[in-house]
């Protein structure tokens, strides 16, 4: 028997079929979780939970359209079936495909469909999942419900209009589900997450992003996961209504610091 701190906790992952979602869902389960992987492919869901199973852990993938309420619906009570419970939720499914990047640019040549797919998915679904969570999860008194955001929800981009929209969205909803379910013991707190590069990125772009982190490096998807395992359990019991932020400091100075910090090692002031 698992003896981590998930241990006999069951969590849903969204988006969970690839990317960051996948690496949420492998590190909860490692920490003892039993996990439903949903994902809009339900193939992709189905190999994330069998590289768990095949660690030893209890994990299935489920075939989900977190837009659609009939199939959010459709998906809570296959879990509670199969589970009994619902301990965690944490709603990191959003469209950011290639063809979604082109569309979703900025204001005025914006794609409202792709607008609206970006809030469907990324706002609504979570809304959705939510929804019909949150009722399993006052049957035991007790629950951690986590959004996935991102620093384009806080700081103005070139392009990405419905994905920063959708995602600042997502920083409001922990705050209502904290003021009103907390005194029935559920949780709310978002991520807003970093960059944690999944694939191979050009190495100029990279070291831009580099230098404007606070941390040596840029983060990790472990790193990521890690920060949502400690939502999901309680040793982040005293922690709800909030967004934590795990981005190597990327969004905590000022726009000029690289180039204030270039000045001042030309000025010979290295102690900096």
Do not use: W
Request: hydrophobic share 45%; glycine share 10%; aromatic share 4%.
């Amino acid at each position: 028997m698992s003896m981590g701190k998930l241990a006999g906790r069951v969590a849903i992952v969204t988006g969970g079929g690839n990317g960051l979602g996948a690496e949420c869902a492998r590190v909860l389960a490692e920490h003892g979780a039993s996990v439903a992987v949903a994902d809009v492919d339900g193939d992709a869901a189905n190999r994330v939970a069998e590289s768990i199973s095949a660690q030893g852990r209890s994990a299935f993938g489920y075939r989900t359209d977190v837009s659609s309420e009939e199939d959010v619906k459709a998906m809570i009570a296959q879990v509670r079936e199969k589970f009994g419970r619902i301990d965690v939720l944490h709603n990191n499914a959003a469209v950011l495909n290639a063809d979604q990047r082109q569309r979703d640019r900025d204001l005025v040549n914006l794609d409202m469909e792709a607008f609206d797919r970006a809030m469907a998915v990324n706002l609504r679904g979570a809304v959705l999942c939510t929804k019909y969570a949150i009722p399993v999860m006052l049957e035991q008194g007790k629950g951690s419900v986590i959004f996935a955001t991102s620093g384009l929800g806080m700081q103005g981009d070139m392009s990405l209009t419905g994905y920063a929209t959708s995602k600042a969205a997502l920083m409001m909803l922990p705050r209502l589900v904290a003021s009103q379910y907390g005194k029935k013991g559920i949780r709310g707190n978002a991520v807003q997450i970093g960059l944690a590069p999944q694939h191979e990125m050009p190495a100029p772009l990279l070291e831009i992003m580099r230098d404007n982190h606070c941390t040596a490096e840029l983060g990790t998807p472990r790193q990521i996961a890690d920060v949502v395992a400690f939502l999901a359990s309680d040793e982040s019991s005293f922690v709800t209504g909030t967004t934590l932020v795990a981005d190597g400091g990327f969004s905590s100075h000022t726009p000029s610091l690289v180039a204030m910090r270039a000045l001042f090692e030309k000025m010979g002031r290295t102690g900096m």
